[in-house]
């Protein structure tokens, strides 16, 4: 798979911390106009998926955008503009750190 490291036999030492859990992500909000058609998210952040349940939960919609859109690739997320998506999006921002990108116009997309 191409995968290339550097094997460490010796002990090291430093001036190293011990931390336990993980480092929150830092808390974003959603930018851009009050009133967008919906939003693009990125597939490629590791918590998507947390996002998109959480939408589904809420009974958003959300949809896969067949052909790339921007720099997110195929298979970005889009998620039109609603009152059930709304605080969901506002969540995931307070707690996960998404950047949201609000979109003027519905893109091609399949369900």
Same mark, same amino acid.
Request: positive net charge; glycine residues 10%.
């Given at each position: 798979?191409?995968?290339?490291?550097?094997?460490?036999?010796?002990?090291?030492?430093?001036?190293?911390?011990? =931390?336990?859990?993980?480092?929150? %992500?830092?808390?974003?909000?959603?930018?851009?106009?009050?009133?967008?058609?919906?939003?693009?998210?990125?597939?490629?952040?590791?918590?998507?998926?947390?996002?998109?349940?959480?939408?589904?939960?809420?009974?958003?919609?959300?949809?896969?955008?067949?052909?790339?859109?921007?720099?997110?690739?195929?298979?970005? =997320?889009?998620?039109?503009?609603?009152? %059930? %998506?709304?605080?969901?999006?506002?969540?995931?921002?307070?707690?996960?750190?998404?950047?949201?990108?609000?979109?003027?116009?519905?893109?091609?997309?399949?369900?």
């Amino acid at each position: 798979m191409g995968v290339e490291f550097d094997r460490i036999r010796d002990g090291f030492d430093g001036p190293f911390t011990r =931390i336990d859990g993980l480092l929150p %992500a830092p808390a974003s909000s959603i930018m851009g106009p009050s009133n967008p058609a919906g939003y693009l998210i990125s597939h490629r952040i590791n918590n998507s998926f947390v996002l998109i349940n959480r939408l589904m939960k809420a009974n958003a919609e959300v949809y896969w955008l067949k052909k790339p859109e921007r720099d997110l690739g195929t298979g970005a =997320i889009w998620v039109p503009a609603s009152a %059930a %998506a709304r605080p969901v999006l506002e969540r995931g921002a307070r707690e996960l750190g998404w950047l949201y990108m609000p979109w003027p116009k519905r893109p091609p997309a399949k369900r």
